[in-house]
């Protein structure tokens, strides 16, 4: 029996964030901080919670944390929020420190996933954890979400559990997981909570408390955008595409037609069956049919189930693949996976905040520093954003490697000029050790700021998965003159000296705007600008979906041109990635000669880590190009799985380091490529093994002797400082500093 029509969520927002009735709470004073004990709340006059969030990272008040930001909103909309964070997931009495919250608890594992917080890339522990004071590891557990929801559910089981986050986010349908090496189902099958919110969820999340507060059920809260929940079936009054019909994997049983919806098939072969066979010359009227599909608002995707995408690689990429398609608010249709008995129901992505809801929440009154329950320990998150600013979020730039665009969205959403002046004045009037130096003003990618479609009826049309790949879309406007403005009118301001840029640089938009290069260059470089070019050959960065090297190449021009200019000393340090898909020994060979070319050394080697639902990681699970349409023989992607083949790749990046002599000596050898083995200035590694006793290049003994051997100035990368130059004015004023 199907379920009774209901009402779906609608492609615009109901309500602007700002504009909901307060909820009775409003009457409260702001708190200066959120409380996290029994003590706190009696001092705000607090008999309890309205809501309570659960979150494994420490409690910074600052807006570059999840909670902070999710509980000071709930807090302007009249609710009294409360905050437990990192409690000890084996004392249950501890998720119940606040009480029993009257409305729901929001659970969210912090602003990682807590499995990459917890692991590197080879799957090894990590000794530290960047969201804990002290830089202690251990404080939370593998898994945190689901951890943290079952201790929720085991000590108040009826109330409601909203889960959210950065973890819940990306594994919100099912996904493949690199630390089992399988396909896990939904975590909503793990993490007994009674709804998911995806994506940074600032209007999901007040809308569904809000109704919550209204005396809605949690159950009936199914027609808002960006949230995932269980549902028996399909309602009578949707319609429901396979979505092997609209991209098709490969070889399948039979052709349906697509325009059919898939609960009546049953009853069209009936009929079919049943009516009178027709004289085949006579005449028929022309019935014109609707065509269903042009209401994406009543239309939901059929993914394969879960059963058949953990055992069918092709159809695992073809799931991740229309997953990817379905992402542009404007034009995203709701996905539905089976997962057993019952439907994985995915509404379509949240529209994105307008500048003036960004304002608003950005606005909220933030301490902007850790709370005082931590004493002053160092919690070195905070250290590193503590005098940034976030400008703006989302990424078009669809590199398949990162999960940016599958949390934020690919339409960016801007803060406005005065809302982000004002936050660079709080950080000069407020937050302790301010010095006048600006570290970052940014956000995913340094330089989208203001950047968009030039038509917004074709942005909310378009499919693409990326705007600047192959190349840069026509239709995008590459203007940087806000950004500018932005950065000329932040050094303006008294008692700011300088503002850096640490961000990510989309170096492929900057080339086209040669003034905003000039701007940064000239005003906002600290002696040196990490960038990422990832690779230099064509076939792992086609699968990165990232630019040649050959724009790395016009970049640099410009960065060198107006370096000179301004008459300083600067330096570029461009980041790779070992062993992404795609990528063969050959590739990492070639990548190696040219950055021994160029003088490179990096001092540390970033290996490729399948984060969940990103599109490399489907690559790396299935070896298939879910960038095109997938099929049992299409496209096989090479992909380093074993540990001896990523261990090489990282090698091949550190060719320079005596440790790595012995496994790269072998494999030129094996490749047949035993020329590059000498002491010619072709060579890559010297004929015999260096010393054993390896001083980074960054040392001033070591770069002393290389310069006097090669004649030319060594870089280096990812070491926080400029490349190393004993008589540099970087290096100077470094010195002078201490």
């Not at 724009?551 to 461009?574: M, N, R, S, V």
């Given at each position: 029996m199907s379920s009774p029509a209901v009402s779906l969520p609608s492609n615009l927002p109901r309500q602007r964030l700002y504009d909901y009735p307060k909820y009775w709470a409003e009457c409260y004073d702001k708190a200066p901080f959120l409380p996290t004990t029994r003590a706190e709340m009696d001092a705000l006059g607090w008999d309890s919670c309205d809501v309570v969030i659960v979150t494994g990272d420490a409690y910074v008040d600052h807006p570059s944390f999840g909670m902070a930001i999710i509980g000071r909103l709930l807090e302007d909309q009249g609710f009294r929020v409360g905050i437990i964070a990192q409690p000890d997931w084996n004392r249950p009495q501890d998720f119940l420190s606040l009480g029993v919250p009257n409305l729901c608890f929001g659970v969210a594992a912090g602003n990682m996933d807590s499995m990459i917080n917890r692991y590197t890339a080879d799957r090894k522990p990590r000794s530290d954890d960047a969201y804990t004071p002290g830089g202690q590891a251990g404080a939370r557990p593998d898994r945190c979400s689901i951890i943290y929801t079952q201790q929720c559910r085991a000590v108040a089981p009826n109330t409601p559990i909203i889960l959210g986050g950065i973890e819940a986010s990306l594994r919100r349908i099912a996904h493949y997981d690199y630390w089992q090496d399988k396909v896990r189902r939904s975590i909503l099958a793990d993490a007994p909570a009674d709804i998911l919110l995806y994506g940074n969820a600032e209007r999901a999340v007040v809308e569904v408390v809000q109704r919550l507060a209204r005396g809605d059920e949690i159950e009936a809260i199914t027609d808002v955008r960006g949230t995932a929940f269980w549902r028996q079936d399909t309602p009578a009054d949707v319609l429901e595409i396979d979505s092997t019909r609209i991209d098709r994997p490969g070889r399948i049983d039979r052709i349906v037609n697509p325009y059919v919806n898939t609960q009546e098939m049953d009853d069209c072969e009936l009929e079919r069956r049943n009516q009178q066979q027709l004289d085949p010359s006579a005449e028929k009227p022309l019935r014109f049919m609707p065509h269903p599909q042009r209401d994406r608002d009543r239309t939901v995707i059929r993914l394969p189930a879960f059963e058949k995408v953990r055992n069918d690689k092709a159809l695992y990429a073809h799931a991740n693949r229309v997953l990817h398609l379905e992402t542009n608010p404007g034009n995203a249709r709701a996905l539905v996976q089976r997962h057993g008995h019952r439907d994985l129901w995915l509404n379509a992505p949240a529209q994105p905040l307008s500048t003036e809801e960004m304002d608003y929440v950005f606005g909220q009154p933030f301490a902007r520093v850790p709370h005082p329950r931590y004493k002053g320990e160092r919690i070195p998150a905070y250290e590193m954003i503590r005098f940034s600013v976030n400008i703006m979020r989302g990424c078009f730039g669809g590199c398949t490697f990162c999960s940016i665009t599958e949390h934020e969205g690919r339409i960016i959403q801007n803060r406005s000029q005065a809302s982000i002046l004002n936050?660079?004045?709080?950080?000069?009037?407020?937050?302790?050790?301010?010095?006048?130096?600006?570290?970052?003003?940014?956000?995913?990618?340094?330089?989208?700021?203001?950047?968009?479609?030039?038509?917004?009826?074709?942005?909310?049309?378009?499919?693409?998965?990326?705007?600047?790949?192959?190349?840069?879309?026509?239709?995008?406007?590459?203007?940087?003159?806000?950004?500018?403005?932005?950065?000329?009118?932040?050094?303006?301001?008294?008692?700011?000296?300088?503002?850096?840029?640490?961000?990510?640089?989309?170096?492929?938009?900057?080339?086209?705007?040669?003034?905003?290069?000039?701007?940064?260059?000239?005003?906002?470089?600290?002696?040196?600008?990490?960038?990422?070019?990832?690779?230099?050959?064509?076939?792992?960065?086609?699968?990165?979906?990232?630019?040649?090297?050959?724009?790395?190449?016009?970049?640099?021009?410009?960065?060198?041109?107006?370096?000179?200019?301004?008459?300083?000393?600067?330096?570029?340090?461009?980041?790779?990635?070992?062993?992404?898909?795609?990528?063969?020994?050959?590739?990492?060979?070639?990548?190696?000669?040219?950055?021994?070319?160029?003088?490179?050394?990096?001092?540390?080697?970033?290996?490729?880590?399948?984060?969940?639902?990103?599109?490399?990681?489907?690559?790396?699970?299935?070896?298939?190009?879910?960038?095109?349409?997938?099929?049992?023989?299409?496209?096989?992607?090479?992909?380093?799985?074993?540990?001896?083949?990523?261990?090489l790749h990282k090698a091949f990046l550190r060719y320079h380091d005596p440790a790595n002599w012995d496994l790269l000596h072998a494999t030129l050898l094996r490749m047949g490529r035993g020329d590059l083995i000498g002491d010619k200035a072709h060579c890559l590694i010297p004929a015999s093994k260096p010393d054993s006793n390896y001083q980074a290049p960054r040392r001033k003994n070591s770069a002393q002797a290389e310069r006097k051997r090669r004649g030319k100035k060594l870089l280096t990368q990812h070491t926080g400082l400029p490349p190393r130059n004993d008589g540099s004015a970087p290096n100077k004023r470094r010195k002078k500093r201490r």
């Open positions: 936050e660079v004045q709080e950080i000069r009037d407020k937050v302790p050790g301010f010095t006048g130096v600006i570290s970052d003003l940014g956000g995913p990618t340094a330089n989208m700021y203001r950047i968009a479609c030039k038509d917004p009826k074709i942005e909310a049309a378009c499919r693409k998965p990326s705007c600047v790949y192959p190349g840069i879309c026509e239709n995008l406007n590459t203007d940087h003159s806000a950004l500018t403005q932005l950065y000329r009118e932040t050094r303006k301001l008294p008692g700011v000296k300088k503002v850096l840029i640490a961000s990510g640089l989309r170096y492929d938009l900057a080339v086209k705007d040669p003034e905003y290069v000039k701007e940064l260059v000239t005003h906002h470089v600290g002696g040196y600008l990490k960038i990422a070019p990832e690779h230099t050959e064509n076939a792992p960065l086609s699968k990165m979906m990232k630019p040649g090297i050959g724009t790395y190449d016009e970049f640099k021009a410009l960065f060198e041109k107006f370096t000179a200019e301004a008459g300083k000393e600067q330096y570029l340090i461009p980041y790779f990635i070992a062993a992404h898909p795609g990528t063969t020994d050959e590739d990492m060979l070639n990548l190696a000669l040219w950055l021994k070319k160029y003088g490179f050394r990096a001092d540390q080697v970033q290996a490729f880590y399948p984060s969940p639902m990103a599109t490399a990681t489907a690559m790396y699970h299935t070896e298939k190009n879910p960038l095109r349409k997938v099929g049992y023989k299409s496209e096989a992607v090479s992909t380093p799985k074993s540990a001896e083949q990523r261990k």
